[in-house]
């Protein structure tokens, strides 16, 4: 059982001992911890099964490569910051959320964490179109929509762009050195799906074409920037499908873990579902606000 599976489950539990903090148990686990700290929490761990998996887990994690185990460790803080509120009675200054059935108890710490946790997603970079400068020509303002400047989950990811009317259009897809990876028949729509999968952690550029009568125009072109995306790699992607797996499904877990991960459209897909759950809530509208910053 991976270490987010146990985070998860431990939402089902709704009272016990006090647990040691992540940050007890990451010093622990990578030997930062002195000598008082690491007696308290192999005093704990004796007698707490939870805690005691949680640091053998991340005892397993410090061998992990760097770049695995800063990722998950950041995922696992966010989401340790979480659990700790989910797993604590209300108190005078905390708010409550509901999550998919459950009540989540936020104090302004933990708001303040969830929050830096969505404002870490890069802003989505959009080529302006001539029509924002005034041009009147469809051509123009014929631009690609998406993915632009972002991670993508999936390995087969959906492309958009804006329509250009009468036209039909051509989606081409470049790895490295702008080598040729995929290329759409024509279409008559303004969406495509890769046919087959990409590679997982790659980057990739990608036009479209658009063809009407004895004209195209291909966007983005010079001088816009490139149409850019990378596709999560394969360690990470199963991470989260793990998280997605987990029953009831939470919002707030999986809005913070897609953030870590730099998948804007899905994190700002479960903050949404979040804020659409707590209409009433300014707590969820600012989360929402947060992840929103990033389009």
């Not at 340790?80 to 005078?92: D, F, S, W």
Request: net charge negative; proline share 6%.
């Amino acid at each position: 059982m991976t270490l987010e599976e146990r985070l998860i489950l431990a939402l089902a539990a709704d009272d016990g001992p006090a647990h040691l903090r992540y940050e007890q148990l990451a010093a622990y686990a990578d030997g930062s911890a002195d000598a008082i700290d690491r007696e308290i929490a192999e005093s704990h761990a004796s007698l707490c099964a939870r805690c005691s998996v949680e640091l053998e887990d991340l005892r397993t994690f410090a061998a992990a490569t760097p770049s695995r185990r800063a990722w998950l460790l950041a995922a696992a803080a966010a989401i340790l910051a979480v659990i700790g509120v989910l797993l604590i009675a209300p108190k005078h200054n905390t708010v409550t959320l509901h999550d998919n059935g459950r009540e989540v108890h936020l104090t302004p710490t933990d708001e303040q964490r969830i929050t830096a946790a969505l404002l870490s997603l890069k802003p989505e970079r959009r080529t302006p179109s001539s029509a924002m400068r005034g041009s009147a020509s469809p051509l123009d303002a014929f631009e690609p929509l998406s993915p632009i400047g972002c991670v993508v989950v999936t390995d087969r990811p959906t492309f958009e762009w804006t329509a250009v009317p009468g036209a039909r259009y051509k989606v081409e897809v470049f790895g490295e050195h702008f080598r040729p990876i995929a290329a759409s028949d024509l279409l008559d729509t303004t969406r495509w799906t890769a046919p087959e999968p990409l590679a997982r952690g790659g980057t990739y550029a990608w036009q479209v074409t658009a063809f009407r009568g004895t004209s195209e125009t291909t966007a983005p072109a010079p001088p816009a920037p490139v149409a850019r995306f990378v596709v999560l790699d394969a360690v990470h992607a199963r991470d989260l499908a793990n998280l997605e797996r987990q029953q009831p499904r939470s919002h707030l877990l999986l809005g913070v873990a897609y953030a870590q991960a730099g998948a804007r459209a899905e994190a700002t897909r479960e903050i949404r579902a979040l804020a659409a759950e707590n209409r009433d809530s300014a707590v969820a509208r600012a989360l929402l606000r947060a992840v929103e910053q990033a389009r």
